[in-house]
């Protein structure tokens, strides 16, 4: 029995609408054997409970458990006959709980893990680290600080695709714990997008609209010049007072990502970021007023920049405090650049081994069918000479050509592909029927003198997204080496969607279950996406214009020699921001060569960026 005394019955009173409540015995890791008999309260994503060592009411917080699972129970020196137990991993520690029946175990289970499973969009029903941060934030940010993004170019300023931070920030909203950011998968532009993303979708922002107004007139105030620096001083006092006014999760996330920003900003000189950048930025993103009005944008810049050059002292963040995290962090650096290494050798080592791959010579149906040892290392120049040479194959109109979905649909490789690697990039759902052939070039007559002359491209057509068969009407654009599409030609609108033409495998031809509305037709891939779009013309000359439109878009880079005379794949080339298809609510005109003002129309989770799909 223990006794609640009077402080310790109104915490208790504060919980009365409970979801469950009763006795259960606890022990905290599995080397110790004392098991405690206490009564527990679960409200929300909270399970109280009395603590004997802290005479004190204890909590276990739900948002920070990593697994949570039932085993069976060894303890000889229980004396309940049912010892199953219930395990809560948390950050550093392991707390085992056993209710005394089946019956109760299992209620107890379901209601534990009904609580830590459920998620919503505000900052406090996050699943936390046991630093009492989001996961995304601390995921996102240790993905930027282990994998050179501190001296990236650009680095919070430039944008990732669309699309690819939509889904890291569904995933992480889905998933916290599951999600794992690879660098192979995800760039750090995709990543440091779905960091602005995520705070700009949170319900109540970071810095909260209840202290909106204080931070705002506290950045306001005149500075006397008489006074500058008292005033400055008893501003940062303010700073100081105000940050201890937040909610605890919100003062916690914010230290971590400021921590983060001034990280960031010491390396100004390599990634081009300083304090005035990266607040103009996070200033719009973490502060918002309760009437979505925008005057203050540049004060709220003020106060991010305040927070990121105080830093240490608004936080009371010590010398050795930061040199733990930098050593932390260079630890980590240091290991992934060893598995880097050893994953490069590997490679290496795989781009060396061959593999005997069938072609054609002509058609599958009627060519003559050879065998060929490849590997990833070879390009699609090396390989046509190398068979056109073997078979003394007369002319040199030849193509080395990649056929899909059962031969409806065909692409010219370019000469710098590495053949091998696309075949084994296949969709697996449709590999079995492809295949690679070597047939004459049947485009080049029809194309040259599209490819020769100047490659922008717009008018209306027919366009298919591949995941239904609908056809829309749409009006297309091609220039700077990018595609974009309209609802209609107006010069002032904004486009539907576009791609970097780079990044496309251009097909020749429409699967026939997508209905083509004409006969005329080109399909095409986005990157590593299996999905096949297509577009259909109303002539064949139209096909032809755009196609070679397309092609010179494509192989522009192929003139550009390293010193090494490799040639250079134009999808590694850098494209510039203002040739993608902006958000449609963000204009340009309205930046500022010093601090960027935003526009009235660009605003965190209250309007789209060009973060957002």
């Not at 020196?77 to 199953?84: D, G």
Request: some cysteine; glycine content about 6%; aromatic content about 10%.
């Amino acid at each position: 029995m223990f006794c609640i005394n009077s402080n310790q019955k109104f915490q208790f009173n504060s919980y009365q609408k409970f979801q469950f409540a009763g006795f259960l015995h606890k022990k905290d890791g599995a080397a110790t054997t004392n098991w405690q008999r206490l009564w527990f309260v679960l409200k929300g994503k909270s399970l109280m409970f009395y603590s004997v060592t802290n005479d004190s009411i204890d909590e276990i917080d739900l948002r920070k458990v990593v697994t949570l699972s039932r085993q069976e129970g060894s303890d000889r020196n229980s004396t309940s006959e049912f010892n199953q137990y219930i395990s809560v991993v948390l950050p550093g520690k392991i707390v085992y709980l056993r209710a005394e029946t089946k019956q109760a175990s299992d209620a107890w289970f379901g209601a534990l893990q009904k609580a830590a499973a459920h998620k919503g969009p505000a900052l406090d029903q996050q699943q936390l680290t046991g630093e009492n941060v989001p996961i995304i934030v601390s995921e996102c940010i240790k993905f930027v600080a282990t994998h050179d993004g501190l001296t990236t170019e650009g680095i919070y300023r430039l944008s990732g695709t669309s699309s690819i931070i939509s889904k890291l920030v569904n995933m992480f909203a889905e998933d916290p714990r599951g999600v794992r950011l690879n660098p192979e998968d995800y760039t750090i532009h995709d990543v440091t997008g779905a960091l602005k993303k995520y705070f700009r979708e949170l319900p109540d922002p970071l810095m909260t609209q209840k202290l909106y107004k204080e931070w705002i007139d506290k950045a306001g105030e005149t500075i006397k010049p008489n006074k500058k620096c008292q005033d400055h001083d008893t501003k940062l006092q303010w700073y100081h007072y105000l940050l201890r006014e937040m909610p605890s999760i919100n003062y916690d996330t914010l230290k971590v990502l400021i921590g983060h920003l001034s990280s960031v900003s010491a390396y100004a000189t390599e990634n081009k970021m300083y304090t005035k950048n990266l607040a103009a930025v996070f200033g719009p993103t973490l502060m918002a007023s309760s009437d979505q009005s925008f005057h203050n944008t540049d004060k709220e810049i003020k106060v991010i920049a305040d927070l990121i050059d105080y830093y240490t002292w608004l936080f009371g963040v010590s010398d050795e405090e930061i040199t733990k995290e930098r050593d932390k962090e260079e630890k980590y650096r240091d290991g992934l650049a060893k598995l880097k290494e050893a994953q490069q050798a590997a490679r290496r080592s795989e781009m060396d081994m061959d593999l005997l791959v069938e072609m054609f010579i002509g058609s599958k149906e009627t060519g003559q069918s050879i065998n060929i040892k490849l590997n990833r290392s070879q390009t699609a120049d090396e390989i046509l000479n190398q068979v056109v040479a073997q078979q003394q194959m007369p002319g040199d109109n030849w193509a080395l050509v990649e056929k899909i979905s059962n031969g409806e649909l065909e692409r010219l490789f370019h000469g710098y592909e590495r053949v091998l690697v696309d075949i084994m990039a296949w969709n697996p759902q449709i590999a079995a029927g492809n295949y690679v052939c070597i047939k004459e070039n049947p485009l080049q007559p029809h194309i040259s003198l599209y490819i020769k002359s100047m490659h922008a491209w717009n008018g209306f057509l027919k366009y298919c997204d591949g995941v239904t068969r609908k056809w829309k009407r749409y009006h297309f654009d091609l220039s700077s080496n990018v595609l974009n599409y309209y609802r209609d030609n107006k010069s002032n609108s904004n486009p539907l969607g576009g791609w970097k033409v780079a990044e496309l495998k251009i097909y020749m031809g429409v699967e026939k279950k997508k209905q083509p509305p004409t006969e005329w037709g080109i399909s095409f891939t986005v990157g590593a996406e299996h999905t096949i779009r297509a577009i259909c013309f109303e002539r064949q000359d139209d096909l032809y214009m755009w196609l070679g439109g397309l092609l010179k878009s494509k192989t522009d880079a192929q003139s550009l020699v390293t010193e090494l005379n490799d040639i250079v794949d134009p999808s590694l080339l850098t494209y510039s921001q203002a040739n993608l298809p902006p958000t449609p609510t963000r204009d340009s005109k309205h930046r500022r060569s010093k601090i960027p003002k935003f526009p009235l129309n660009w605003r965190k989770s209250r309007m789209p960026s060009i973060d957002d799909g």
